[in-house]
Nanobody, 123 residues
Framework: QVQLVESGGASVQAGGSLRLSCIVS????????MGWFRQGPGKEREEVAT???????TYAASVKGRFTISKDNAKNTLYLQMNSLNTEDTAMYYC?????????????????WGQGTQVTVSS
């Protein structure tokens, strides 16, 4: 069974930075789409950033220019570098992976999920 374990969440002040990590194990598919998602208090889960097998990256408009998604294949680890954090970024952050070549259009379509890591940004 594929396992994803997130880490790096913390409480920070607005303007600060964090780097989230997601270690992926037992993933044997040849293609992938991996992503970071978040769910804030009273909000629906939303896509933050994705990266696919061919290196294509996508970002939500609200994080573009502030967040960077990357992957270290040697370490089987997905990262999310978050800069210039603001209170709207407060959420539980999840990583997910799907084996399809094209990234799913909607977050429920991702097959494997981690348990999440909490990011809290205070003003």
């Amino acid at each position: 069974q594929v396992q994803l374990v997130e880490s790096g969440g913390a409480s920070v002040q607005a303007g600060g930075s964090l780097r989230l990590s997601c270690i992926v194990s037992r993933y044997t598919y040849s293609t992938y789409c991996m992503g970071w998602f978040r769910q804030g208090p009273g909000k629906e889960r939303e896509e933050v950033a994705t990266i696919s097998s061919d290196g294509t990256r996508t970002y939500a408009a609200s994080v573009k220019g502030r967040f960077t998604i990357s992957k270290d294949n040697a370490k089987n680890t997905l990262y999310l570098q978050m800069n210039s954090l603001n209170t709207e970024d407060t959420a539980m952050y999840y990583c997910a992976v799907d084996s399809r070549w094209l990234c799913p259009a909607r977050w429920p379509e991702y097959k494997f999920w981690g348990q999440g890591t909490q990011v809290t940004v205070s003003s």
